[in-house]
């Protein structure tokens, strides 16, 4: 058999010779469909089998941000756990120090990790193929966002106890009213014999001896409410100032011979208000001082210990706790 571009010969034993054979037209059609058919579905065949082992340039950029994601995800990660070993350092100093100086008590772990929102907050990570990564750094930025909260507005607390801390020691009586020096605690504060109304009576201040003429300062920093001669519901008290120190703190100076402050003035702790007398209810030169507390007397001798030595102060104490009588 062989075969030219266009025809077909086969031998013919009878009559010994090489005969063209000639194929129907039909029949060519037929032959050239099936290899076009043949040819098609090869190709198909085998493009599909390629898909299964290649890779689309699209999905080759896609892999290659899935990969870029997870990077940043374990940047993330990083970053996350830096802050959370800071954040962990300071509210150790703030529980262990700040707060302690300022005598409150510590936080606590379970206030500073108390959750925000419920578990279906995280649902929305389930149905991701990375889910559970991202839902676990998802948590640990929500609980560090809720630990910054609770140390900032702590460390608002402390800043606001340190600012009046300042102005409150400013403000309270620490100092006597009149120079250790030049006056002397004469009678103290509780029941003492009353040298003109001739009664046991609350002495509700302290007696302090001095000549006439000593100048009289303010205890602490405030605002003088009242002074004057004898002023209503001060009858009795001669010439009197009232220093209104803020905190609940309020100071009175009794029998001044002469006032140098009027109603509303600023004053500071030492400066000087009066000066030593004996005017209204009094039977000689000295200061009555009074200090209250939240509206309420208390004994002026505990609120001395700016200016006095340890030594010093005992004494006042053993001259204030005498059962004498006051001069009023
Ligand atoms: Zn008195």
Avoid: C, W
């Avoid at 054979?21 to 043949?38: A, D, G, K, Q, T």
């Avoid at 100093?93 to 929102?117: N, T």
């Amino acid at each position: 058999m062989k075969k030219t571009q266009r025809h077909t010969y086969r031998f013919n034993p009878h009559t010994l010779k090489y005969e063209k054979v000639f194929v129907s037209l039909r029949e060519r059609i037929r032959r050239i469909s099936f290899s076009v058919l043949f040819g098609v579905v090869l190709g198909v065949l085998i493009v599909f089998v390629a898909l299964q082992f290649m890779e689309s340039p699209k999905e080759r950029a896609m892999k290659r941000e899935l990969a870029q994601y997870r990077r940043q995800t374990r940047l993330l990660d990083d970053r996350v756990e830096r802050a959370e070993k800071v954040l962990e350092n300071l509210e150790e100093r703030d529980d262990a120090l700040y707060r302690s100086i300022f005598a409150v008590p510590p936080i606590g772990e379970a206030e500073r990790h108390s959750g925000i929102g419920g578990v279906e907050r995280y649902s929305a990570f389930d149905n991701l193929g990375d889910g559970e990564q991202l839902k676990v750094t998802s948590m640990r930025v929500d609980d560090l966002t809720k630990r910054v909260y609770v140390e900032s507005k702590s460390l608002d607390e402390l800043y606001e106890m340190a600012r009046t801390k300042t102005e409150r020691m400013a403000s309270m009586p620490a100092i006597m009213p009149v120079s250790k020096d030049k006056g002397q605690v004469v009678s103290g504060f509780g029941y003492r014999f009353h040298p003109i109304l001739h009664t046991h009576r609350l002495h509700a201040g302290i007696d302090i001896s001095a000549r006439q003429g000593t100048p009289i300062y303010a205890t602490g920093d405030g605002v003088v409410r009242v002074a004057g001669r004898t002023p209503q519901g001060y009858s009795g008290y001669g010439v009197v100032a009232v220093i209104d120190h803020g905190y609940g703190f309020q100071t009175l100076y009794a029998h001044m011979s002469d006032i140098k402050v009027r109603v509303g003035q600023k004053v500071k702790r030492g400066e000087q208000i009066g000066t030593v007398g004996s005017t209204g209810m009094s039977t000689g030169a000295h200061l009555h001082y009074e200090v209250f507390q939240n509206g309420k007397n208390v004994d002026p001798v505990y609120y001395f210990f700016n200016d006095l030595t340890p030594e010093e102060y005992e004494n006042v104490l053993e001259q204030a706790r005498q059962d004498n009588q006051s001069m009023s």
